[in-house]
């Protein structure tokens, strides 16, 4: 069997998400071609290289930054859930139908189970309500958080994923909230956006930090909740098992997490 995949996204060139399709295509004796469309070279426009890529016989497409949004208005389905979260990251080419799907969601669930599976869920504070932090959002939900605190700098994303959650969330200015534990979902902490979203001085041992964050995986947030004593999880598992997941609607073969977190976590950061 032969697969065309793809990545369209801008400034993707170190996207971990080749390198673990195309392992996982190999280990399933699956021919698997993972390509990358970065629009920080390539100047074509979203549509166009929608249309190109189902002309030339793409099983679908992975889509990231700063698309997950504006790719909706281009499909001709999109599943329940990518549709309730407002995003979508795994477009599948159906024939002539293009369909959406979200699987960051449940990939940063799987994630969250396997990494802070004891984690205290009352109150949450979730930081960065953009594309991923959509999803997030929804994933907190589905995990059982009962009060969902989200705080953006730009507040209107916030009060958007406020109500989109419906009771269990709040659109709150500041982290002055009590709170178990917080997640960043904002790019601060990767090489290109040094620092952190959350201010060093409100962790204290007793809360639980999750950073999406992959790149680097140890972010600035991370080391300082590390030495704090506080319970931690990085970007990874939402990195992979989102993969998988894709894999999955790509091929219709169930993919391997475990191997692609080897494939993973053999990039140096
Ligand atoms: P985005 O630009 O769509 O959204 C970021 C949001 O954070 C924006 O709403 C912005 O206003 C807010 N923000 C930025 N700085 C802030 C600050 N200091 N305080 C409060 N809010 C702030 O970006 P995105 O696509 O949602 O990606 C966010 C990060 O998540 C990136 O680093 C990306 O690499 C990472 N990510 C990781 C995974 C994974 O699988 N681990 C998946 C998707 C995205």
Known sequence: MSIKVGLIGQGISASRSPAMHEAEGRRQGVDLCYDRFDTKDDHRSL???????????YAGLNITHPFKQSVIGLLDQTSDAARQIGSVN??????????????DCPGFAQGFGEGLADAALETVTLV??????????????????????????DQGMAQTLAARLGTIAEA???????TQG?????????????GSAIPANILTQDHWV???????LETELLRHARALGCA??????????????????????????????????????
């Open 47 to 57: 549509s166009e290289l929608l249309t190109t890529a189902q002309a030339d016989g």
């Open 90 to 103: 795994t477009v599948v080419f159906d024939g002539t139908k293009r369909i959406g799907h979200n699987t």
């Open 128 to 153: 960065g309500a953009g594309g991923a932090g959509l999803a997030v959002g929804f994933a907190l939900r589905d995990l059982g958080v009962q009060n969902l605190l989200i705080v953006d700098r």
């Open 172 to 178: 709150v200015p500041d982290m002055s909230h009590p």
């Open 182 to 194: 917080f997640v960043n979902a904002t790019p601060m902490g990767m090489a290109s956006y040094p």
């Open 210 to 216: 999750a950073d999406i964050v992959y790149f680097p």
């Open 232 to 269: 931690t999880l990085s970007g990874a598992g939402m990195a992979v098992h989102q993969a998988a997941l894709s894999f999955e609607l790509f091929t219709g073969q169930k993919a391997d997490a475990t191997q692609m977190r080897a494939t993973f976590e053999a990039f140096t950061n």
